[in-house]
């Protein structure tokens, strides 16, 4: 039986959004976390996250302006810095006493990493997520990915992470006709799992020889999977000549959706030209996983018991376990346990 249930973690870094969909000079609105964010990008290029709520009079920032430097209320004028200092309060007369320095908008931890912007949720004020930084993936250099999509999928953030930890669904989900899994011909898998920083990794083993495209990275083409909380997925897959790796990571909009970040990052110097493919079959794919959690959810919203099975369902028992681990351990003030141990799951697929 599963109880599931998803709490929203915090103290985590959550990817927010694809650096290359946030220009210079401009402001967007999101819900992440449950928590509305005014993310802005200043004129030098420098990305920052303020909660979108005017400290004034609690107007959303975002029904005013940017200049690339401050944001202006749209209400009274006050002005904010990218740090959320206020900066400027129209209505004061020079004689009047008022120190407008102690007025701040809420300011998030922002960094941006490998071309994806994270935001660092907490409730400590003295946190600013240096101590446990935002995951990067080595082997694919500092720049951005090849492609970055985002879908948003109906459903809690522990049904997304199971999506991502599921290894027997893309026989019957993904099935189009440029990549015919078929359900009939399922082969036995065998994968060694060992305990990773707050998660688990599918240890690097040879992928199959034959598969053309993995020969573009060289010979000896390996991979590796690590999954870690709040729900990050690392594949790594690196040959004797080149790496490509794909970063999945989930973020609760609130308890009742979630939007799935995907980055593919490659090395070869000429990826870029099939850039747009690689999107458009990103999208297919992901498109896939998000309408079963669609249908998925008429089922869901009656309740039902659900259950999970060995060895298929062990990696969403794990998700389960280290999440509940985690928030038991900062509910005690203790060092986290993974509970994880490592072993070899076996399933069709
Ligand atoms: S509500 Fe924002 S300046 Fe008054
Ligand atoms: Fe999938």
């Given at each position: ?36 964010l ?8 420098r ?53 407008i320095?102690r ?12 071309g994806?912007?994270w935001v ?12 446990r930084p ?6 694919v ?55 990773a ?9 040879r992928l ?12 000896n083409?390996?991979?590796e999977i ?87 369902d ?36």
């Amino acid at each position: 039986m599963l109880d599931t249930g998803a709490p929203l973690l915090k103290n985590f870094w959550y990817l927010v959004m694809p650096g290359n969909q946030l220009r210079a000079g401009a402001t967007q609105a999101l819900t992440v976390m449950g928590e509305p964010l005014l993310l802005g990008r200043d004129r030098d290029g420098r990305a920052f996250a303020l909660l979108d709520i005017c400290p004034h009079r609690g107007i959303p920032l975002h029904y005013g302006s940017f200049d690339g430097r401050e944001v202006t209320c749209c209400y009274h004028g006050w002005k904010f810095a990218p740090d959320g200092r206020c900066t400027e309060i129209p209505s004061l007369l020079p004689d009047q006493d008022f120190d407008i320095s102690r007025i701040k908008a809420r300011s998030f931890p922002l960094r941006e990493v490998q071309g994806n912007i994270w935001v660092y949720f907490t409730d400590r004020r003295d946190d600013d997520g240096g101590a446990r930084p935002p995951p990067e993936i080595v082997g694919v250099g500092d720049g951005p990915p090849l492609t970055s999509i985002s879908q948003t999928f109906p459903c809690d953030i522990d049904q997304a992470a199971f999506g991502l930890m599921d290894p027997t669904h893309a026989a019957f989900v993904h099935t189009s006709w440029w990549w015919k899994k078929d359900a009939r011909r399922l082969r036995q898998k065998e994968k060694h799992f060992e305990p990773a920083p707050l998660g688990w990794r599918m240890t690097r083993h040879r992928l199959p020889s034959e598969h053309r495209a993995y020969k573009l990275l060289g010979s000896n083409v390996t991979t590796e999977i690590t999954y870690s909380l709040p729900g990050v997925r690392i594949e790594q897959i690196q040959g004797e000549r080149h790496a490509a790796a794909s970063l999945t990571a989930i973020t609760p909009v609130d308890g009742e959706t979630t939007v799935v970040h995907q980055s593919l990052y490659c090395t070869l110097g000429w990826a870029g030209l099939i850039k747009p493919l690689a999107t458009r079959l990103a999208h297919v794919f992901l498109g896939q996983d998000r309408d079963v959690v669609v249908k998925q959810q008429e089922g869901l919203k009656h309740q039902p018991t659900l259950m999970l099975i060995d060895d298929a369902d062990t990696q969403a028992k794990w998700f389960y376990r280290v999440k509940k681990e985690w928030q038991r351990a900062a509910a005690e003030g203790r060092a986290f346990e993974n509970p994880v141990k490592a072993r070899t799951l076996r399933w069709r697929s």
